[in-house]
């Protein structure tokens, strides 16, 4: 009696699946939902599209690794990691050793960084291009492990939390949830929490450091891939006490989007979508919750080489990919589900890559920190206002 | 809003409350009827829509489950914004989420949409043995605040569904009449313009 009484009252309803039709037998067969695991041990549900689609991407992977050995043979072994070819970006310090040679190299090594590092190269690409590898040598050998012993046993606000998130942190993934996964994630996290107590820990970082050490392999130089990452590549205080870094990339990226997409701007506007409902999420975890894994590292290749105005470029790009089925729609849910949908299917890095850079657009990184320095001063404002605000509540309750 | 068109309701939702309250716990038992005991923290939050039949009104959530660390709040707003209802959810074994809970009430009442239907979750009611927080006392809170109360379980499913039920119920009745006393926004600041200030 009691069982039937709610089935009758709820009457949930459930979302019916839109499905595209295509007349065909391939049609019904990429409705099938298969469950598998990927290059780096997450376990994807997609449909056989989705599989045909990373069988391809990973031929391709192969390929660029051929690219790569060849091109080690003429130019010789760790060409790339020469700092007068791999610190180009950094720009004005090196004019003077700017030979065409090292130009060629340079614009030549992010090409191919754009088309894919290939896997068994990563960790020690990522290491040296990221600035990782110079900030390691600025510090004693021991640096790591004097620091993770030194906080052992220690308890503060920012390793309960710590604690409460690692079973959290990509659950079931075949090692990141054992416990010698737990363990190493918890020693980068809680070791960063010491090195800089501004940012302590942030939730969120707990992603990115995670698929740092199925990357990197080891825990010290995943370690050390996060310190370069918050304290040089990305925009500061992004992870801060309120957010502020991520408030004004926000801002930037709702600016960047009138600029690059205005058709969609315009849109999503008169729906009062906010472009930061969903892209909090890409900026704070780096993208790694919201694409397929290969795809997140693809990003992150470029993301260590060329810097934080990689994840603008990639965040339009996911909007751009989407420009005519986002321009159809009525309702703020309608929007997030097609971008969710875009993000989780997105098993071709390339796809996303070549909308990224060639059809966004280039913008260059002093362009945009112009941008944050533009947006700054209102964010402080908003957020010290809403402080202001919230404690005059408490004013007056005291009363 | 809330918007009414032939007694279809779509109404913003917004989930609040301390770091493992089970936010994204009873999203999940309410919109797919399952359960993990680890849930991916939430970063920012989710989206999820959910559809309920009450009486003669079809009401459609669009539930946004925000994170829960503190520092997290200064992102709140976006997410209330324009509410028509919310879930404040603690954790019965945890005084301190309880407390948590009170200033997402009174954030809410200075900041949110005036007619926001409110309720009060006291999840984890499973875990009887670790209570920290009396039922009474959290009774005692919503009735003063104008918030209904449920103790609810998302592992096994206790009240999850009634408490959105009840809220879709609540919000197709104040529907057609949106402000039927004329006078319980009056002891409220106006804030349209301060939250307008606020993220927009």
Known sequence: MHQTHSQREFAIEFQPQIHILRPSIHSRRANIVVKFQDLYGFTVEGNVDDVNILNEVREKVRQQGRVWWALEASKGANWY???????????????????????????????????????????????????????????????????????????????????????????????????????????????????????????????????????????????WMLAVLLENVLVSDCYTTNLSGCHVEQRVFQDLLVKKCPRIATHLEELEFDVSLVATE?????????????????????????????????????????????????????????????????????????????????????????????????????????????????????? | MATTANKNINAKLVLLGDVGAGK??????????????????????????????????TVKFEIWDTAGQERYHSLAPMYYRGAAAAIIVYDIS??????????????????????????????????????KVAAEEAQVYAQENGLFFMETSAKTATNVNDIFYEIAKRLSQVQPAPNPSGMVIMDRPTERTASAACCS
């Open chain 1, 81 to 223: 990691l020469q700092p007068q070819v791999s610190s180009l970006t950094e720009g004005i310090a090196l004019k003077s050793s700017l030979k065409l040679s090292n130009l060629t190299n340079a614009i030549t090594l992010k090409r191919l960084i754009r088309k894919g590092i290939p896997p068994v190269l990563r960790p020690k690409v990522w290491f040296s291009l990221s600035g990782a590898a110079k900030k390691k040598s600025t510090v004693p050998e021991s640096y790591y492990s004097d620091l993770t012993k030194a906080v052992e046993g220690k308890v503060t606000a920012a390793t309960k939390q710590i604690d409460h998130d690692l079973p959290r942190t990509f659950p079931g993934h075949p090692w990141l949830d054992t416990p010698e996964g737990h363990a190493a994630l918890r020693r980068v996290l809680v070791g960063y929490s010491f090195r800089d107590s501004d940012v302590g820990y942030c939730q969120g970082l707990n992603y990115v450091a995670a698929l740092l050490l199925l990357v990197m392999k080891t825990e010290e130089d995943a370690f």
């Open chain 1, 282 to 399: 890409w900026f704070l975890c780096l993208f790694s919750k919201s694409l397929p894994s290969e795809t997140t590292l693809r990003v992150w290749d470029v993301l260590f080489y060329e810097g934080a105005k990689v994840l603008f470029h990639v965040a339009l790009a996911i909007f751009k990919m989407r420009e005519e089925e986002l321009l159809q729609t009525h309702h703020v849910g309608d929007v997030i589900n097609i971008l969710q949908k875009t993000t989780h299917h997105l098993f071709d890095p390339d796809e996303l890559l070549t909308v990224a850079f060639d059809k966004i657009g280039s913008m260059t990184t002093n362009t945009i920190s112009k941008e944050r320095k533009k947006q700054e001063p209102a964010v402080m404002a908003e957020l010290d206002q809403r402080l202001r605000r919230l404690n005059s509540i408490k004013m007056d309750d005291e009363k």
């Open chain 2, 24 to 57: 994204s716990s009873l999203v999940l038992r309410f919109v797919k009827g399952q359960f993990v005991e680890f849930q991916e923290s939430t970063i920012g939050a989710a989206f999820f829509s959910q559809t309920l039949a009450v009486n003669d009104a």
């Open chain 2, 94 to 131: 945890n005084q301190a989420s309880f407390e948590r809970a009170k200033k997402w009430v009174q954030e809410l009442q200075a900041q949110g949409n005036p007619n926001m239907v409110m309720a009060l979750a006291g999840n984890k009611a499973d875990l009887l043995d670790a209570r």
